[in-house]
């Protein structure tokens, strides 16, 4: 932005002369790159055992062997989707929006209960940006250290840190990279496909991108992701209330703040219990003063009170200048009990009630699914007809999934109006006859219905409702089953 201004001055001889200077003025501000400080304790104990918890699922799950195949696989290619000994198909999509239906019932329960704790132990950004500090530190050295060797010179020894560390980055997120597309691709067929860099242009294009977007998210990105690009930061408030434990500072207590030695006592001196060592805003990862208040940037780390206990411990200061705890509580001086007390208020207690009930209903419906799905189309060739011996005939095509993991026989049946049956199944002996289909397969079948004549005259023209009964034959582990689907009978005039 260009700002003109102007001023009047004497020239030599009495003559005033106008002066006019034009100023830039930067409208960009340029963000200071955060090097949070290591830090150590309860919470940081927790966070840590949070990545490998959650690394060691997102690494390790597509390796596990279920039945001879890969036992999570999202086969997008046969559409087929594998998660233990379910088998699921593109028709139960219905489960995948359940369960991402409980999965935001439990963020909202949690959010509730003690503000972002999503997003200060789990969530995949703070969990890579945790590895990929992991590795910066291990190559350039704690905070200090990093701030020089970002300021010094280029040498060899900053080459060859900043090098190493850039290539253990790389490796981490191509690995992140195939292990993403393993989920969706076979990890074993893809591993050897990777081996002889014989990859496919899509597998290489997926594993290309998310280990870019690994590699820019957590070891640039970091706190920029959640403060400008994740949605969660904005609409975070709208599940706060004053009982909801947050991170805070009690400022009664630690104001007015100053520097002292240890022996100093801070009542004698005028201080309060914060020494000014500037530490939590040190190891915070989006680089805030949690002494300035709640604000929307704050990620629920809790890394400000590690570090703040250590300081208090040193200083012997009772803990908890920095610490978890309510708007209400903090006001009331509440005691650590009671606040937890009032976590069971009406609001929580019914996300828990709802949560509940939708786990139960979700599960109960898995566990009462049928082994196998069946969808009825029409034929679009003709609505109906009538065949040399006067009876009416509609044929339908019968789309029968089987999702279980053993061949399996069907027959089928249908009924509805009197005098109706199948008349013949394509592909097969006869109209009774089965046809079998294999593991976790689907196949279309053309079945023909047949109605007499005297029957068809005295139901009447037009659409008739009819029932498709599919049966799954007795097989030796006993799982036999039915499907009914519903279905229309055209009658012509």
């Known amino acids: 932005m260009v700002e003109r201004s102007s001023?009047?001055?004497?020239?030599?001889?009495?003559?005033?002369?106008q002066d006019t200077s034009e100023q830039v003025i930067s409208l960009y501000r340029k963000t200071e790159k955060i090097h949070p400080r290591s830090v150590?304790?309860?919470?940081?104990?927790?966070?840590?055992?949070?990545?490998?918890?959650?690394?060691?699922?997102?690494?390790?799950?597509?390796?596990?062997?279920w039945n001879g195949r890969q036992a999570v696989l999202f086969d997008l290619g046969t559409r087929r989707f594998y998660l233990g000994g379910l088998v699921l198909h593109p028709q139960d999509f219905i489960y995948l929006a359940a369960l991402l239906i409980v999965c935001a019932c439990a963020l909202f329960l949690f959010t509730a209960v003690a503000g972002r704790l999503w997003c200060g132990y789990a969530c995949p950004?703070?969990?890579?940006?945790?590895?990929?500090?992991?590795?910066?530190?291990?190559?350039?050295?704690?905070?200090?250290?990093?701030?020089?060797?970002?300021?010094?010179?280029?040498?060899?020894?900053?080459?060859w840190r900043k090098g190493g560390k850039q290539a253990v980055w790389a490796v981490l997120a191509l690995w992140t990279g195939f292990t993403f597309v393993g989920y969706f691709t076979p990890i074993r067929t893809l591993a050897a496909e990777g081996a002889a860099f014989a990859l496919g242009p899509w597998e290489a294009f997926w594993v290309l991108f998310y280990a870019f977007a690994t590699w820019g998210n957590a070891g640039y990105l970091r706190e920029q992701v959640c403060k400008y690009m994740c949605p969660y930061a904005r609409f975070q408030s709208a599940m706060f209330d004053r009982d909801t434990l947050i991170i805070t500072y009690d400022a009664e207590r630690g104001e007015p703040r100053g520097s002292r030695g240890r022996k100093v006592d801070p009542a004698a001196a005028g201080l309060g219990s914060c020494v000014d060592c500037k530490?939590?805003?040190?190891?915070?990862?989006?680089?805030?003063?949690?002494?300035?208040?709640?604000?929307?940037e704050c990620i629920g780390c809790a890394a400000c009170i590690d570090v703040c206990n250590g300081v208090m411990d040193k200083m012997n200061y009772p803990r908890g200048l920095v610490r978890y705890a309510t708007q209400n509580g903090l006001e009331g001086h509440w005691s650590r009990a009671w606040m937890w007390r009032r976590a069971a208020r009406p609001r929580v207690l019914v996300y828990t009630a709802v949560l509940g009930l939708m786990v139960a209903a979700l599960c109960t419906s898995l566990w009462l699914r049928a082994p196998f799905r069946v969808d009825v189309v029409r034929d679009r060739a003709a609505l109906a007809r009538v065949v040399d011996d006067g009876q009416v005939e509609n044929v339908y095509r019968l789309q029968v999934m089987n999702a279980t993991e053993r061949p399996q026989s069907?027959?089928?049946?249908?009924?509805?109006?009197?005098?109706?049956a199948v008349a013949e199944v394509a592909g097969t002996a006869g109209a009774a006859a089965a046809f079998e289909i294999g593991p976790a397969d689907a196949r279309w079948i053309t079945v023909a219905v047949r109605q007499p004549p005297g029957a068809a005259q005295q139901a009447g023209s037009g659409a008739h409702p009819i029932v498709f009964t599919v049966e799954q034959r007795q097989s030796p582990a006993g799982d036999a089953a039915q499907v009914h689907e519903?279905?229309?009978?055209?009658?012509p005039r």
């Not at 001023?7 to 002369?17: E, H, K, Q, Y």
């Not at 150590?40 to 918890?53: E, I, K, Q």
């Not at 703070?126 to 291990?138: A, D, H, N």
């Not at 939590?280 to 604000?295: E, K």
Request: glycine content about 10%.
């Open 7 to 17: 001023s009047l001055a004497a020239a030599p001889g009495g003559a005033v002369r």
């Open 40 to 65: 150590t304790g309860w919470f940081a104990r927790w966070r840590w055992a949070l990545v490998f918890l959650t690394q060691l699922v997102f690494y390790g799950l597509p390796w596990w062997v």
């Open 125 to 159: 950004q703070t969990v890579y940006t945790e590895l990929f500090l992991w590795v910066e530190r291990r190559f350039e050295g704690d905070r200090t250290a990093r701030v020089k060797l970002d300021a010094a010179p280029w040498h060899f020894g900053k080459l």
């Open 279 to 296: 530490l939590c805003v040190h190891v915070c990862p989006v680089g805030i003063d949690i002494r300035d208040g709640l604000q929307y």
């Open 410 to 420: 069907y027959r089928v049946a249908v009924g509805g109006l009197p005098g109706l």
């Open 486 to 491: 519903k279905s229309t009978f055209m009658v």
